[in-house]
């Protein structure tokens, strides 16, 4: 499945309104979350999503956050931060 950005941005949307409503993510979202997110995607949109591909959405993200964190942690790449 593809994700477009007008998909991306309403499903961070979405995220945020259940972080927001008091949902705890310390320990990451849970099945029931993934399926109620994907539920709402195709209300929104029409196309077949599956829980499966929300979760894998996710991480997609989570392992580029981790890269660029890692990335600016490193002694050269604060150097570049501070002299530009």
């Known amino acids: 499945m593809k ?3 007008f998909m991306l941005s309403f499903f961070l949307e979405k995220m945020c309104e ?14 029931v979350h ?3 997110m ?3 995607l195709v209300e929104h949109y029409g196309d ?3 829980s499966t591909q929300v979760y894998n959405h996710l991480r997609k993200w989570r392992i580029r956050r981790l ?3 890692r990335f600016r942690d ?4 604060q150097w570049c931060k501070e002299s530009s």
Not at 18 to 31: A, C, D, P, Q, W
Not at 74 to 77: D, E
């Open 48 to 50: 077949d999503i599956s």
């Open 38 to 40: 994907a539920h709402v």
């Open 67 to 69: 890269t660029s964190s």
């Open 74 to 77: 490193l002694s050269g790449a």
């Open 18 to 31: 259940l972080i927001k409503s008091g949902m705890r993510t310390n320990k990451g979202f849970k099945e």
């Open 34 to 36: 993934m399926t109620a």
């Open 3 to 5: 994700w477009f950005p």
